[in-house]
């Protein structure tokens, strides 16, 4: 009795009818006109009258909260429009106009069988209704119009009202779709943020180190390597206010030219095999994102005098590997999945590609991901 309550207070406060219903609903209250057919041949007695205009004051607010109404609560709803038709039935024929609203309100019922079974049931009721009245041409004015409008009415209703909650549930999901897509494109974000800023970061505090060691051995070479320094904080800056505008896309020439300056810069020897391969840019961007964060683990955390960096297409992939005599890495469980490796991961997994592990003498990092386009 809560939700009844609540629903004729809402209807009280306003909106009367749920806004997403539009304004049909006032204009079908219309079809109450037909109660007053009678009266266009018979004056109503004062009696009549109060109870033609007490009539409408308790229909109205019950055919209102029926929109509201879930569960048993259409049913009781459906049940009043009933009983307030079978009271009139004796002294106006128009009554028949109350079954019809109650099989519209069959549209909140959820399930197809139980509204169709409460739109039999409401039209039987109407058809036994009909009994009450002696005249046979006041019965057929009667039940003519339950017997042709209320079930297309009825069943218009519940399609009607279905339809709208599949277009509803369409825009929840598409909203939930865009939702996902955001926390996706800021994951992505963050993790080619992280990538870009480890790298470089540690490129710029490998050289900074470097100028430290120079500034009273060598002027010169001081001055370069602070001018690497410059060189690689303006590329760093660049770099992440691309990522951050979302149109970002690394070359892999340029993470080559990089690895190369970083691993010169850590004193590791690098071996070189690179193919020439064209590929497409969403593959191009994942390889120099994987390729940056290899070479930052080699130059942090390995310990390595050299890496091996290949670059090739086998079966239909392309392979990155990149392989380092570090001897700081022992076993898998010295390995941490940290953001740079998941997202190394997660950007494969992305492309149908996959990431392998290996420790041995060293740390073996393999990438493959489909070639697609490459050539």
């Known amino acids: 009795m809560n939700s009844i309550s609540q629903a004729i207070r ?16 006032y204009f079908w209250l219309l079809s109450l006109g037909y109660m007053f057919w009678k009266y266009a041949y018979v004056h109503p007695s004062a009696v009549e009258a109060a109870m033609l205009v007490l009539t409408f004051v308790v229909f109205i607010p019950l055919y209102c909260a029926s929109y509201w109404a879930r569960g048993w609560e259409v049913l009781a709803c459906m049940l009043g429009g009933c009983l307030i038709g079978i009271a009139w039935v004796r002294w106006n024929v128009g009554a028949s106009t109350f079954f019809i609203f109650a099989c519209a309100m069959a549209a909140q019922i959820m399930h197809v069988r139980r509204a169709m079974l409460a739109i039999g049931g409401v039209i039987a009721i109407g058809v036994l209704t009909s009994l009450l009245i002696e005249p046979m041409q006041m019965r057929f004015m009667f039940l003519m119009p339950i017997l042709t409008v209320s079930l297309p009415v009825g069943i218009g209703s519940f399609m009607d009202a ?131 964060e290899a070479v930052t683990n080699v130059v942090r955390h390995a310990g390595a005098r050299r890496c091996t960096l290949s670059l090739f297409v086998e079966e239909g992939s392309v392979v990155l590997r990149v392989l380092d005599d570090g001897s700081r890495l022992r076993t898998h469980a010295d390995l941490r999945h940290g953001n740079g490796l998941s997202g190394m991961q997660e950007r494969a997994a992305a492309l149908g590609g996959k990431l392998a592990l290996r420790v041995g003498t060293g740390l073996a990092l393999e990438l493959r991901v489909p070639a697609g386009g490459a050539a």
Not at 10 to 25: E, F, N
Not at 215 to 225: F, G, L, S, T, Y
């Open 162 to 292: 279905r339809l709208r909650r599949s277009r509803q549930a369409l825009v929840r999901k598409q909203e939930e779709v865009e939702h996902m897509a955001t926390i996706a494109e800021r994951e992505r974000i963050s993790r080619d943020l992280h990538d870009l800023l480890g790298h470089s970061l540690s490129l710029i505090a490998l050289k900074a180190e470097l100028a430290r060691k120079l500034v009273h051995r060598d002027a010169e070479a001081c001055a370069r390597e602070i001018g690497d320094i410059e060189t690689s904080a303006r590329q760093t800056l660049a770099e992440v206010r691309a990522a951050v505008t979302g149109y970002r896309h690394s070359g892999l020439a340029h993470a080559l030219a990089n690895a190369r300056a970083s691993l010169a810069a850590a004193d590791v020897e690098l071996c070189e095999q690179v193919e020439r391969i064209n590929l497409l840019p969403a593959t191009e961007h994942v390889l120099a994102l994987a390729l940056r």
């Open 10 to 25: 809402r209807v009280w406060a306003g909106p009367w009818i749920p806004p997403d219903q539009g304004r049909m609903p």
